[in-house]
DNA sequence: ACTTAACGGGAATAA
DNA sequence: CCCGTTAAGT
């Protein structure tokens, strides 16, 4: 600093004037604009490093939140690096989730709540929700669970109470009641869901001063990454502990705010400005991750989206590989026609952890996964069947949570008779009856039975035998380790010879709680409460590891703050993406138009769109052929490159035939079908080989085609202009 | 009284 | 395809 050029700051090398502006800037409330791959999460690293380092701020007065576990993981490392000491140990950096679950635990008192308590997730949400509904006397069919955890969510995500639920029709009604009584059973079970976590932790900023003050002086400095996806609850929060310091610094691309049906609400961007009207901006516009072609596409694909601040993003990686467009005839044909690709890509040099499949919804995986199989790649799938989810962990984990919090009877109940130890619908039903008498919980109604002596009959026996395996439990969680506790639970249920029945899924099961195992051996001192914790907050991608060389498969939410040289954005078709659910409202395109935005742009050297012909999962069967998404009208000709595929596969015209929007919306082009195919005519279809035409009609302004295929595939009609087929020369 | 095997309906994204 | 429900089996 004496007499140093600026520019030679080490805190500061390696970054440009923009980003060096937003760093150094001075304490306030500051807000950071950037485009992908702009380094956003570099500048947040370097502000905190600043801070620390030149600004001498201690690291307990500063609080940064990330999106991802991972984030978090990675932005301690990257400031341990920078720093060179052991100061960033100290500072407070997780999700908003963890933080707040850290909060509650703490403050857990003031809540009329256990420390102990269970963090329930969707499952357990969906079996609380079922239980209010039954015990409501509500129709199912006509009040679905899941749309009311829905509403219940959304309220919460506005901070809105049970109590406090607007009332307009006799829906509003119903739900009020719903989600009063859903908050009663969750209480009951010593639970709060995801959204109770920050809901509750909002309403305690906004109702106990003292706590306020408290939280205000430890984390004087906040800093948030992602800031586009935060919803009411995580603003509310921001903004109570910023007020008085002042001292928030924030990250956002309004572009990639993809969360809004979670809450999130990219709107908080505008709301900061007011209520902050001394917020610094800064702008980061240059990209540093792909090449000019990648990044125009991008661009042309996100331009179209109304209420945007638009950017000049550009990038010194001139030129590039044509963005490539392949059509493929179903879904089979396009993992083959991916996996094939990526064959060949590892072929020219690339590592198969340089690539990454994306894909809207997890369904989408399987035929890909079948292909990879197919063609020797290794690969990884984030999500799918969570990790976390899988049958058998969540029962390891529900005997874990009920030693924990012997209130929580979403656990109890899954697990009491699991592996099967005779204790059936009806037992639980009796069971639940006297928990109900007690006014206690199933566990406690079933430890007091026990200790009256007061069970007789059949079931009396396996009982007993549950009671006193649980009462040891508790005992043991004073004494044992987590990894003992498990090891005690495994051996006392017998759950080994109950998972591994000798089928090939059996194994898989028994190897899943092997992993689980080894996860918790890794930190041998880790407290209960904290492990089941970091159990229900993490993410697929917070397992996501650097160092497994694999072919990596994901949902496009999954991708946001990823990057791969190479990505296949797959299933670009009308219903997909944009999602059937999300084509009423065009808010909710606009947000499907922004996660192919951070697909494309994951991408540093080369991009690939497929769609299918046809889709077969698809609801509307395999009648209706499928339409290319409509946001590939948008991305210019001069970056596309569109690959023939095998020989077969060329379609002049392709475009003005193939191309349209969804079903039954207006603007449709209309092009003069020419008739392609007569009787008799040899043809090479991509999928179905060689035919011979058996009949040829010109329908409306199609063709359709009934072809003869050998190979067993037997008599096909099709659509001229769909179908990836061509005429053979006659000879 | 419980368990398991077979069946039919509804399917986004996720901390 | 994963689920919840139902009917048959122990």
Not at 549 to 571: C, M, N, Q, R, W
Request: hydrophobic share 40%.
């Amino acid at each position: 600093m004496h007499g140093m050029n600026p520019d030679d700051h080490p805190l500061l090398q390696g970054l440009n004037a923009q980003q060096r502006a937003a760093v150094t800037t001075s304490v306030g409330p500051v807000l950071v604009l950037a485009g992908p791959g702009s380094g956003k999460t570099r500048v947040l690293t370097h502000r905190v490093a600043w801070m620390l380092g030149e600004l001498q701020i201690p690291p307990w007065h500063i609080l940064a939140v990330t999106f991802t576990n991972k984030a978090a993981r990675e932005m301690r490392h990257r400031l341990e690096h920078l720093l060179g000491d052991e100061s960033a140990r100290a500072l407070t950096l997780g999700t908003f989730h963890a933080t707040c679950a850290r909060i509650l635990r703490r403050e857990a008192d003031r809540l009329g709540l256990s420390s102990s308590y269970s963090i329930f997730d969707t499952d357990d949400q969906l079996a609380v929700m079922k239980q209010v509904v039954g015990e409501m006397g509500l129709d199912e069919k006509r009040y679905r669970p899941h749309a009311l955890l829905n509403a219940v969510s959304s309220a919460k995500n506005e901070l809105i109470r049970a109590t406090d639920y607007p009332i307009r029709t006799y829906h509003d009604e119903i739900v009020a009641r719903v989600y009063e009584q859903y908050q009663e059973v969750l209480r009951r079970n010593g639970g709060l869901d995801f959204d109770d976590l920050l809901m509750e932790t909002a309403m305690l900023f906004q109702s106990e001063p003292s706590v306020l003050t408290y939280y205000r002086e430890r984390f004087e400095h906040v800093l948030v990454d992602e800031f586009q996806d935060t919803n009411m609850a995580q603003y509310v929060i921001l903004r109570l502990l910023a007020r008085e310091h002042r001292s928030l610094y924030v990250v956002a691309d309004e572009d990639q705010s993809i969360y809004s049906w979670r809450g999130a609400d990219y709107r908080n961007i505008s709301r900061l400005r007011q209520d902050f009207p001394e917020l610094q901006e800064f702008l980061l516009e240059q990209n540093y991750r792909s090449t000019q072609v990648i990044l125009d596409g991008a661009q042309a694909v996100i331009a179209r989206n109304a209420d945007r601040t638009p950017k000049r993003l550009f990038t010194t990686r001139r030129g590039g590989t044509p963005i490539v467009l392949r059509e493929a005839y179903d879904e089979r044909e396009e993992a083959d026609y991916v996996a094939k690709e990526i064959g060949r890509l590892l072929r020219t040099g690339y590592a198969p952890g340089d690539i990454a499949i994306m894909y809207r919804t997890n369904a989408q995986s399987r035929a890909l996964e079948e292909s990879l199989i197919r063609y020797n790649i290794p690969y990884r799938l984030i999500g799918a069947t969570r990790f976390y989810a899988r049958k058998e962990i969540k029962d390891v984990l529900a005997y874990l949570r009920v030693i924990q919090n012997p209130d929580d009877d979403v656990s109890f109940s899954r697990i009491v008779n699991v592996p099967p130890r005779g204790i059936g619908r009806r037992t639980l039903a009796l069971l639940s009856e006297e928990a109900q008498r007690e006014r206690s919980s199933l566990s406690r109604a079933l430890l007091s039975l026990t200790a009256q002596g007061g069970l007789t009959g059949r079931t009396s026996r396996s009982l007993t035998a549950f009671a006193v395996m649980l009462q040891n439990w508790i005992r043991l969680r004073e004494e044992l380790s987590v990894v003992q506790l498990i090891d005690q639970v495994l051996a006392d249920t017998g759950y080994e010879s109950y998972t591994r029945d000798g089928s090939e899924q059996g194994e898989a099961r028994w190897e899943n709680i092997l992993a689980l195992r080894a996860v918790v051996a890794e930190s041998p001192l880790i407290q209960l409460s904290d492990f089941l914790e970091d159990v229900a907050l993490v993410a697929d991608v917070d397992m996501l590891s650097d160092e497994v060389d694999a072919v990596t498969l994901l949902t496009l939410h999954s991708a946001k703050g990823l990057e791969y040289p190479i990505v296949f954005l797959t299933g670009l078709e009308e219903g997909v993406l944009p999602h059937s659910r999300s084509m009423e409202s065009p808010s909710q395109v606009a947000e499907e138009r922004r996660l192919l935005y951070v697909g494309m742009t994951r991408a540093k050297e080369r991009l690939v769109l497929t769609y299918a012909f046809r889709r077969g999962w698809r609801a509307y069967g395999d009648g209706e052929p499928s339409v290319p998404s409509r946001f590939l009208e948008d991305i210019p000709d001069e970056v596309l490159s569109r690959p023939a595929g095998s020989a077969s596969f060329s379609r002049p015209r392709w475009k003005a035939q193939s191309w349209g929007r969804a079903p039954g919306s207006s603007g449709r082009k209309r092009a003069k079908a020419v008739q392609r195919y007569r009787a008799g005519q040899r043809v090479h279809h991509a999928y179905y080989g060689d035919g011979i035409v058996i009949e040829s009609a010109l329908e409306g302004r199609d063709e359709m085609v009934t072809v003869l295929f050998g190979n067993g595939v037997g008599v096909k009609t099709l659509v001229s202009s769909m179908a990836p087929m061509e005429p053979l020369p006659d000879h």
